[in-house]
């Protein structure tokens, strides 16, 4: 920012100062938090890291139980991914569409979510599950809770990218009220505590573009699931 040379900052310059700096967190629960912006200072490095994820383990489509083809398209990395067919929901070790152990988890995707959760109560948190969801306009996630790993002590950590999305974050209940957060690329979610187990979702996304990703949002959780 400009000054004037030689004096003294005034007020104005700090509110200035702090309009660029001041993390603009904003808390959605008790144990829930927004870090509007968090993931931008390392985005020239984790788009290419997922990037190489995806080259191993390609988006595809998956089944639900219930015989639905989901209209998220979705691959993992890190130890367990998440993957659901006629059999159920559940996190296996190997892609069954590659036969092969899922893609290490990058560095740079281990060290936004520990600093995230971190940033938001939750230190030492080390994820074993990293879940790469990719919506085109029109596809949607209903609501519903994440039950599938084995405990809920730790957070769940998401990373926004591409064109926005509004999150439906509710109660306990499928039937509560639900609040609408918009979320755009760069935000970081965390929810932890007695937040982890409300029900949420992502209304269908609307037509955009972004200029890094095109017209899609890829969200990227981290988990500990076992
Ligand atoms: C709130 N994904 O993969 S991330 C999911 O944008 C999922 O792709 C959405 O829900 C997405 O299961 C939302 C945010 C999220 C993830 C887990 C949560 C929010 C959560 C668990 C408890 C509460
Ligand atoms: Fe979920």
């Not at 959605?28 to 509007?36: D, K, S």
């Not at 936004?112 to 080390?126: H, K, W």
Request: charged share 20%; hydrophobic share 40%.
């Amino acid at each position: 920012m400009l000054r004037r040379m030689g004096s003294e900052p005034t007020t104005l310059d700090m509110f200035a100062d702090e309009a660029v700096q001041a993390p603009r967190t904003e808390q959605i629960g008790p144990r829930a938090f927004v870090l509007r912006g968090f993931a931008l200072p390392l985005i020239e490095q984790v788009l290419p890291a997922l990037q190489q994820v995806l080259e191993q383990s390609p988006f595809r489509h998956m089944m639900t139980p219930g015989g639905f083809t989901m209209s998220v398209a979705l691959s993992n990395c890190g130890r367990v991914g998440w993957v659901t067919d006629r059999s159920g929901y559940r996190y296996t070790r190997i892609d069954p569409e590659t036969d092969a152990p899922w893609p290490a988890l990058p560095d740079v995707l281990l060290k936004l979510a520990q600093t995230a959760a971190a940033e938001s109560g939750f230190p030492g948190f080390t994820p074993d599950a990293c879940l790469i969801n990719r919506y085109v306009p029109g596809a949607k996630m209903s609501l519903h809770q994440d039950k599938n790993e084995h405990g809920y002590e730790w957070p769940v950590v998401s990373v926004s990218l591409g064109i926005p999305a509004i999150f439906l974050f509710g109660g306990m209940e499928r039937s509560d009220k639900t609040q609408r957060v918009a979320l755009f690329h760069g935000d970081v979610v965390v929810w932890g505590g007695e937040d982890r187990l409300r029900y949420h979702g992502v209304l269908p996304i609307k037509h955009a573009e972004h200029p890094l990703l095109g017209e899609q949002r890829i969200n990227v959780t981290f988990r500990k699931a076992q």
